[in-house]
């Protein structure tokens, strides 16, 4: 089965800085690549997301990259704010989301006022 | 739109009974719906996938007889825990995705935590 991979588990930016999580997939067929917040005690909630046949998307302050070939998909978010700390999940799924999700780790992310 | 509503949001019982959880879609139909399972600052492991008017689908090493998910409608998932035991706490979540959706995401519940006395 899918295997995914996240680094690193914590990670403490300044804020206005930059804050970027990667992640790895074993399972070359996985096509679908979404990022989810969760807050603690609540939902996860989307982000973004990325499917194979795009290289990067980008939403505002935040933008997500993937690599087929090197098997790995990245998080970036600019300008962080407080507001941004929380805990992040990658995850890849087949069929372009309608199957299961395999998560990662999650890292928990700390924005330093 | 596309809320995932789950309840109870919190439940505490005396070990060796049951507690069911429900997975409700408000505004859309869920042909499929996922159940998970987080244990303090782990990440979501798939218990199960249930699919509306079929049997569900475990993940390797979920005891299918102890978890009991019932998918009974296009809105309405159960997951029943039963004969519940102290390591049987933890933070259960269902997701939902919305039937003929052009974009297949899963929504996710507010999740219900399970503590066993």
């Known amino acids: 089965g899918e295997n995914v991979e996240q680094h690193p588990s914590t990670l403490s930016v300044q804020e206005g800085d930059s804050a970027v999580i990667k992640c790895t997939y074993s399972?070359?067929?996985?096509?679908?690549f979404p990022w989810y917040k969760q807050e603690l005690g609540k939902r996860p909630q989307l982000i973004i997301d990325i499917r194979s046949n795009v290289g990067e998307k980008k939403d505002q302050r935040i933008a997500v990259t993937l690599n087929k070939t090197a098997k790995h998909f990245s998080l970036h978010i600019t300008e962080t704010q407080p507001e941004d700390s929380a805990v992040y999940f990658c995850a890849a799924s087949f069929n372009f989301g309608n199957e299961k999700l395999t998560f990662g780790t999650g890292t928990r992310l700390t924005i330093i006022p | 739109g596309a809320v995932v509503s789950q309840h109870p949001s919190w439940v505490i019982c005396k070990s060796g009974t049951s507690v069911k959880i429900e997975c409700r879609s408000l505004?859309?139909?869920?042909?499929?719906m996922f159940w998970y399972r987080q244990f303090p600052k782990q990440s979501l492991m798939l218990m199960a996938t249930s699919n509306e008017g079929s049997k569900a689908t475990y993940e390797q090493g979920v005891e299918k007889d102890k978890f009991l998910i019932n998918h009974a409608s296009l809105t309405l998932s159960t997951l029943t825990v039963t004969s519940a035991h102290p390591e049987d706490s933890s933070f259960y979540i269902c997701?939902?995705?919305?039937?003929?959706?052009?974009?297949?995401?899963?929504?996710f519940g507010a999740g219900t935590r399970l503590s066993v006395l």
């Open positions: 399972d070359s067929a996985s096509n679908y």
């Open positions: 505004d859309f139909q869920a042909t499929t």
């Open positions: 997701s939902a995705i919305p039937a003929g959706a052009a974009k297949n995401i899963q929504y």
